[in-house]
């Protein structure tokens, strides 16, 4: 897989996520086996907009192949998909979630593993002389 096609796959799942985050919040909880209170519910809004303004970066820089930014970019992603897989594995272990959250496990390492891959070739145009 090219790394434009990885980054626009995880651009729109960030995106639906986000989506659903920040107009449907309780819907996605009960989705998960959880409830929160108004609280909860405005915290998953503002993560739902901060969701899709990654995505949103993402489908933005997609095209930037070659360029330092995307390659800073991937480093932040993979470390970022490191801790949310800690982070999820952790609530799931803990049975925060139903076993519906076993998918966010598997997406976080996934990902984490793709920019991981992605960043271990990735080369900078300037440095290709």
């Not at 790394?3 to 107009?23: A, E, R, W």
């Not at 086996?33 to 933005?60: D, E, H, K, M, P």
Request: proline content about 1%; aromatic content about 14%.
């Amino acid at each position: 897989m090219k790394l434009k096609t990885f980054i626009s796959i995880h651009s729109i799942l960030l995106f639906l996520f986000g989506l659903g985050f920040l107009l449907v919040p309780a819907m996605m909880l009960t989705v998960y086996g959880t409830s929160t209170n108004s609280t909860g519910l405005l915290t998953a809004r503002v993560f739902g907009i901060c969701t899709i303004q990654l995505s949103l970066i993402l489908w933005s820089c997609r095209n930037e192949l070659g360029s330092r930014i995307l390659k800073t970019l991937i480093i932040l992603l993979f470390f970022g998909n490191v801790l949310a897989f800690t982070l999820a594995l952790h609530a799931q272990i803990s049975g925060i979630f139903n076993s519906l959250g076993w998918t966010n496990v598997a997406l976080y390492l996934l990902f984490a593993f793709g920019y991981g891959y992605f960043l271990l070739g990735y080369k900078i145009e300037s440095d290709k002389n």
